[in-house]
């Protein structure tokens, strides 16, 4: 029954509920905060089983709200109730009882006790160096995707094992990844599944398959064409750039991965690689070629590529956009 709203007859049960100090003290303390019951007991120096009487009663009659948090149980004042008369006035005397025992004044105190585990975990710097991504990537990009303007379709061109669909699938609301290798996808598949990433669409295709270029167009294009060190191993680079430009919607962006231009002939021999990679002058006039616009080159230092056979040459990103139908 709620005695903010009682009718009078019933008013005296709300006084002898409160007759008893330790609810006065209770009610005080959870109007300053919400507070488990632990804390509770903690701060009136009371058992908890004895508190959690208590609070059973003020609960039953609607003066505390009770929400659970794993196996712990927090309390707080009813919304509202400060308007009543009588609550109004069992405040003021709990107020004055916490006041006199000390335990209004540690309520803060109690609290920030809370972050105290978290602190000591924190301030432990004894584990290893983070060397690689974090395991907890996906859930940091998932964060981060609302801040993407244009995130309604992605492709992946050439998604090998299927390593940047860790990036692209939490950001983008549907992902196609091909790849010529039906070995390379069955990897990549595997990842997705260890992921819980159901948003991807994977097909053995090449770039320039019709099928393929069909899919694309029949969802609106895509806002944004991937090729992660791809374009490397292209026989033909100016097609293959332009290939990727016409799978974009208008207004949407080719994102090219590749190497800095290197002399590392081994590159051919270990990864196939058919070029040495690029000068971002050259990717740039790529670019102008496939009729995109816009294209920026941002290098990418060898410290930040990773431990892989590659991972001692600079990276570079080739960023363009296709004309929107208007330009």
Not at 166 to 185: G, M, W, Y
Not at 277 to 289: C, I, N, Q, V, Y
Not at 304 to 316: A, N
Request: hydrophobic share 45%.
């Amino acid at each position: 029954m709620d005695f903010a709203i009682a009718s009078t007859e019933r008013r005296w049960e709300l006084y002898r509920l409160l007759g008893e100090p330790v609810r006065l003290r209770l009610l005080a303390l959870a109007a300053e905060e919400e507070l488990a019951i632990g804390e509770l007991a903690e701060l009136l120096g009371e058992s908890q089983p004895n508190v959690s009487r208590h609070l059973k009663a003020l609960r039953g009659a609607h003066l505390l709200t009770e929400r659970k948090e794993g196996t712990r149980v927090f309390v707080r004042l009813s919304a509202g109730l400060e308007a009543d008369p009588v609550i109004a006035d069992a405040l003021a005397a709990g107020g004055a009882l916490c006041e006199a025992d000390g335990s209004l004044s540690r309520v803060a105190e109690v609290v920030a006790a809370r972050e105290a585990p978290a602190r000591a975990f924190f301030d432990d710097a004894s584990g290893d160096e983070p060397t690689a991504w974090p395991s907890e990537l996906g859930a940091y990009l998932t964060a981060l995707a609302p801040l993407v303007p244009r995130r309604r379709l992605a492709v992946d061109v050439g998604t090998g094992d299927g390593s940047f669909l860790e990036v692209l699938a939490p950001v983008f609301e549907r992902v196609i990844a091909i790849d010529r290798s039906e070995a390379q996808l069955a990897r990549a598949r595997a990842r997705l599944a260890r992921r819980a990433y159901e948003n991807v669409e994977l097909a053995l295709a090449e770039l320039g398959d019709t099928p393929f270029e069909a899919r694309v167009a029949e969802l609106g294009g895509a806002d944004a064409v991937c090729a992660s060190r791809v374009l490397h191993h292209a026989p033909r680079p100016a097609a293959a750039l332009t290939g990727l430009a016409r799978l974009l919607a208008p207004g949407g962006a080719v994102v090219v991965v590749d190497y800095v231009a290197h002399a590392d002939e081994r590159m051919r021999e270990q990864q196939a690689d058919a070029w040495l990679g690029f000068a971002p002058r050259e990717l740039t006039k790529l670019a102008t070629r496939a009729g995109l616009e816009d294209a920026a080159v941002l290098r990418v230092p060898a410290v930040r590529c990773g431990d892989g056979p590659d991972g001692h040459l600079d990276w570079q990103v080739l960023c363009a956009r296709r004309p929107t139908e208007a330009t």
